[in-house]
């Protein structure tokens, strides 16, 4: 088995690698990471920092030298020349799990996170067509945009002019035209969907992340302030935050890839009710000084104080449209006969990735 791997050394896509290279070790022949150079750190020394981290599993440590073997570092600028690392007489499972998530909806990011997530994915497609066995593309749970009820996995075959921004939009289509040139080119193409990641369930380090996002950014902007002010934080009290383990996402990731699953969204039954949700971030980052409410807060002649209106010019743009969301949950019933989620309390697990990320400054991993 062959696999190439985007993404490699980011959030959830690190996490992939570790369970490839574990779970599929006896029957991986060599996966191809395509990894970008950060600032003087190369990308081969980038993976190599990611294997040895105390993240890593003891597996890794265990089996390092044929491991690394097995792993074959490409450097980004080489992205789109596979004739010149790849063998032709050779089938390939391309993961692409790299993407740009950039919850903006400022109208002149649209160009720019349209190019990073469609434009680039249809390049992909494109040039490694001849070389593909399957392609599997990661994509958001969120991508079927504002829709309320419950959730299927189907989503391609959805019509939708409402997204909550052009993340959303921009991984929809990119869905949309892998299944729909994967049929004309005869390339079985599966389509993966997380909702908002957070720390281990199962691995340790418990709770680890490697890069703070989304709800961990909003603990940060509380845990960071200084001032005394008072914010008025609007949610839907009936809405709920879906948060899903990293580790669990990809050992689901690793475990269905090459089976015929064409769309799973990988997500938690349950999700945890806003209002407690928030409350229990801010409790645990020890900002007091707040007030939830479902009231309307939009012009700068309703904010309250200096914190608020900072609060909504910044975060909380590109929050408020999902803590303000119709409630809605996804069917699980797939995800669940492929590998059960394990049991544990939301509002615990919650405060438990929080604390971590506070003992840790919120400071990202640098590999």
Request: charged share 25%; aromatic share 12%.
């Amino acid at each position: 088995m062959n696999i190439i791997l985007t993404g490699s050394t980011g959030t959830l896509g690190s996490q992939i690698l570790f369970s490839l290279l574990e779970n599929r070790f006896d029957i991986l022949e060599k996966v191809y990471l395509i990894v970008r150079k950060k600032k003087l750190t190369s990308p081969k020394e980038r993976v190599l920092k990611m294997l040895d981290s105390s993240a890593a599993p003891k597996f890794i440590g265990m089996h390092k030298e044929e491991l690394t073997k097995k792993t074959i570092v490409i450097g980004a600028d080489r992205l789109l020349e596979p004739n010149k690392f790849l063998e032709e007489n050779k089938k390939y499972y391309f993961i692409h799990s790299a993407g740009y998530v950039n919850l903006s909806v400022n109208p002149d990011s649209k160009e720019e996170i349209f190019r990073e997530n469609l434009a680039l994915t249809q390049s992909i497609f494109e040039v490694y067509s001849t070389y593909l066995k399957k392609f599997i593309y990661i994509s958001t749970a969120f991508s079927i945009g504002k829709l309320d009820g419950l959730l299927n996995d189907n989503y391609v075959n959805v019509e939708q002019k409402e997204y909550r921004n052009f993340y959303e939009a921009s991984k929809h289509a990119a869905e949309k035209f892998l299944v729909k040139e994967g049929i004309k080119k005869e390339i079985p193409i599966q389509i993966l969907r997380p909702s908002v990641l957070g720390g281990n369930i199962m691995d340790k380090p418990s709770f680890f992340i490697s890069k703070y996002m989304v709800f961990y950014l909003f603990a940060k902007f509380f845990y960071r302030n200084t001032s005394v002010d008072s914010v008025r934080i609007q949610a839907n009290i009936d809405s709920k935050l879906n948060i899903i383990p990293t580790d669990y996402a990809a050992k689901v990731i690793a475990k269905v890839f090459d089976t015929n699953v064409q769309q799973l969204n990988i997500v938690n039954s349950e999700g945890t009710n806003i209002f407690n949700g928030i409350s229990k971030i801010l409790e645990t980052v020890n900002f007091k000084n707040f007030k939830l409410t479902q009231e309307l807060i939009t012009t700068a002649s309703e904010f309250e104080s200096s914190l608020e209106q900072f609060y909504y010019e910044t975060i909380g743009v590109h929050l408020t449209p999902y803590l303000t969301s119709k409630p809605y949950e996804w069917d699980t019933t797939l995800l669940e006969s492929i590998l059960p989620l394990p049991k544990y309390n939301l509002e615990d697990y919650l405060v438990a990735t929080v604390e971590f990320a506070k003992m840790n400054g919120f400071k990202n991993q640098r590999w």
